[in-house]
Nanobody
Framework: QLQLVESGGGLVQPGGSLRLSCVASGVTLNYYTIGWFRQAPGKEREAVSCITSRGQSTNYADSVKGRFTISRDNAKNTVYLQMNSLKPEDTGVYYC?????????????????WGQGTQVTVSS
């Protein structure tokens, strides 16, 4: 069974950068599409970015396009989210999630394996 552990969150000033990592165990990531989702206080969880099983295709929420980059290294069973030009509205708990499909629509309902999340706070 796929298990996911996120790391890399923290406190950063506006305009700063963070790189989140999502390490998988239990199975190989080769057959899983992975997504990053976030939940701000008092708001619903939303999709940030997703990447297909072999990294052929990515998609991003409009709010992060041009600032965030998702990537994966299947040999290391790891997916990354590079976040640049961070804004206070990027604050929230970031979760990685997986689904045993080669592609996905990057919708929450598709994903059935979730990590525990890592807190990202953007504040001066």
């Amino acid at each position: 069974q796929l298990q996911l552990v996120e790391s890399g969150g923290g406190l950063v000033q506006p305009g700063g950068s963070l790189r989140l990592s999502c390490v998988a165990s239990g199975v190989t990531l080769n057959y899983y599409t992975i997504g990053w989702f976030r939940q701000a206080p008092g708001k619903e969880r939303e999709a940030v970015s997703c990447i297909t099983s072999r990294g052929q295709s990515t998609n991003y929420a409009d709010s992060v396009k041009g600032r965030f980059t998702i990537s994966r290294d299947n040999a290391k069973n790891t997916v990354y989210l590079q976040m640049n030009s961070l804004k206070p509205e990027d604050t929230g708990v970031y979760y990685c999630a997986g689904v045993a499909r080669l592609f996905s629509l990057c919708a929450l309902s598709e994903y059935n394996y979730w990590g525990q999340g890592t807190q990202v706070t953007v504040s001066s």
